[in-house]
């Protein structure tokens, strides 16, 4: 990350990714990281964790409708959701637009991250009061190995990337947890970062989750232009169960709005260029 008085830039695999400021509106040190909050001149405001782009006001609706409605129209009826991470609400809140969804437990390590997110996008955090929320702030890790087995129909693992304390949310056994507290046929949805940028993560994570017990997986597709490359990935692992076809009708007549994902696009992200399906092969 470089910060000068007028820019943020966040730079990755030679690429970089700026956004022109107007200023700094918040800067704390949590116990797990370094939080900041920017209000752009485009994009609305910009939040960061360790100097990377987590979200910001203008774009993140893409990514959080990715991560959650197309696993959600794929489960034939998904009540129980867990939310790994997730600490901005904004998965939360597109979760707790399905009416069939009984409980949402969203499992956050670093509880100063919701709270920033409450102050400065209230628009992300106005489910947090639902009845069917329960956020907790803890170590997922122990969460998920404590779960009851077969409690959960969806796991979303709304993550940072793979790097220092989260490394442990892409392996095998913390895979293997999510497997075990899943019923037949859930489904766990995990960003899978840049397919063009991190390819060998996407490859990576894909063989941890079979190296866990998962056969059936999918991996999606989505523009996210504040994100390096600005093309990103979430990848799908069912338990037991291909995925066969998602229901499509439920969602042309969806009772809620959303501003990127409908029928259409939930069918177009799963197709994928030709070196993507190649090396998802291999």
């Not at 370094?34 to 964790?49: A, C, K, N, Q, W």
């Not at 929320?133 to 796991?155: C, H, N, P, R, T």
């Not at 060998?200 to 989750?209: A, F, S, T, V, Y």
Request: glycine fraction near 6%; charged fraction near 25%.
């Amino acid at each position: 990350m470089s910060l000068d008085q007028h820019w943020f830039t966040e730079i990755a695999n030679g690429y970089g990714m700026s956004l022109q400021l107007r200023e700094k509106i918040h800067d704390e040190q949590s116990p797990c990281q370094h939080i900041e909050v920017f209000d752009t001149e485009t994009f609305g405001r910009l939040l960061t964790l360790d100097g990377i782009t987590m979200l910001t006001s203008r774009d993140h609706f893409i990514y959080h409708e990715m991560m959650t409605h197309p696993a959600l129209f794929t489960h034939s009826a998904p009540k129980q959701v867990v939310i790994v991470g997730g600490g901005d609400c904004g998965t939360l809140q597109e979760v707790l637009k399905h009416k069939v969804v009984k409980q949402v437990v969203q499992v956050e390590l670093d509880e100063r991250v919701t709270r920033v997110a409450e102050r400065y996008f209230p628009e992300f955090c106005e489910a947090n009061g639902d009845p069917r929320a329960v956020l907790l702030f803890e170590d997922a890790i122990k969460w998920m190995q404590e779960a009851q087995a077969g409690s959960a129909d969806i796991i979303i693992l709304d993550t940072t990337e793979p790097v220092g304390q989260a490394t442990r949310l892409f392996g095998a056994p913390f895979y293997g947890d999510c497997l075990r507290v899943l019923r037949q046929g859930g489904i766990m949805v995990a960003q899978s970062e840049s397919p063009l940028f991190n390819l060998e993560i996407l490859k990576g994570m894909r063989k941890e989750m079979n190296t866990a017990g998962f056969e059936s997986l999918m991996t999606i597709q989505f523009p996210l232009c504040t994100y390096p490359s600005g093309w990103w990935t979430a990848t799908l692992a069912r338990k037991n169960q291909n995925f066969g076809d998602f229901r499509e009708q439920n969602v042309r007549r969806k009772t809620f709005d959303t501003r990127y994902y409908n029928a259409d696009i939930h069918r177009a992200s799963q197709m994928l260029p030709t070196f993507l399906q190649e090396a998802l092969v291999k």
